[in-house]
């Protein structure tokens, strides 16, 4: 089944406490992205990659980091988590960076 | 202002009627636009993609683009209990996505 995973789903931690949420897609997509969603805010884009080993930053990039090692897999860092960084996490990717396809999301609370 | 504005709704409409969103975007780039359906506590779906100005029809959804104006909407014909959703809007200019805050769609039995 052609789909993008996340794990983890749900996620309690502790400030300062560094921390990776992982993304894999099995649909062979070279362009992949992550987003968090705030409510009122909607949906915003943090990091995108286009193709293994080329990451952007999105709208809200300040305390998260990326890699793109594989085309399959591109983890979301968090090296020193804030609570203002609370939020529901999607990952998508594409195969022609328009038409993106989400993840289930992560819920991550940090305390 | 965010790039992409959706009208804020809540709408509410009686099964059966026609269910209308509407979404301005500011950047005049963007290429093609969006329309996701996003069930409370799950990830938003593509629901349909549209690129030229015009309408694009596909099953009860129609969507239009008027790059002039810089507006695009979505039209739910016949609603369903099933259509009780929040919708996003979304554009693409080079490789940013950028959304709306989506509208709440309850349709009524």
């Known amino acids: 089944e052609a789909q993008v995973t996340q794990n983890p789903r749900y996620l309690i931690t502790v400030t300062g406490k560094k921390l990776t949420v992982t993304c894999s897609q099995n649909?062979?997509?070279?362009?992949m992205s992550w987003y968090r969603q705030d409510p009122g805010l909607g949906l915003r884009q943090i990091y995108y990659s286009m193709n293994v080993e080329v990451t952007d930053k999105g709208d809200v990039p300040e305390g998260y980091k990326v890699s793109r090692k594989e085309k399959r897999n591109f983890p979301l860092i968090l090296e020193s988590p804030s609570p203002n960084q609370t939020s529901l996490y999607f990952c998508?990717?594409?195969?022609?960076?328009?038409?993106?396809?989400f993840g289930p999301g992560t819920r991550l609370t940090v305390l | 202002q965010k790039e992409v504005e959706q009208n804020s709704g809540p709408l509410s409409v009686p099964e059966g009627a026609i269910a209308s969103l509407n979404c301005t975007y500011s950047d005049r780039g963007s290429q093609s636009f969006f329309w996701y359906r996003q069930y409370s506590g799950k990830s938003p779906e593509l629901i349909m993609s549209i690129y030229s100005n015009g309408d694009k029809e596909d099953g009860r959804f129609t969507a239009q683009l008027n790059k002039a104006s810089q507006y695009v909407s979505l039209l739910i014909r016949d609603s369903q209990p099933s259509d009780s959703a929040t919708y996003l809007c979304?554009?693409?200019?080079?490789?940013?996505?950028?959304f709306g805050a989506g509208t709440t769609v309850t349709v009524r039995a």
């Open positions: 979304a554009g693409f200019n080079d490789y940013k996505l950028s």
């Open positions: 649909m062979n997509h070279e362009y």
């Open positions: 998508a990717s594409s195969p022609d960076r328009d038409e993106q396809f």
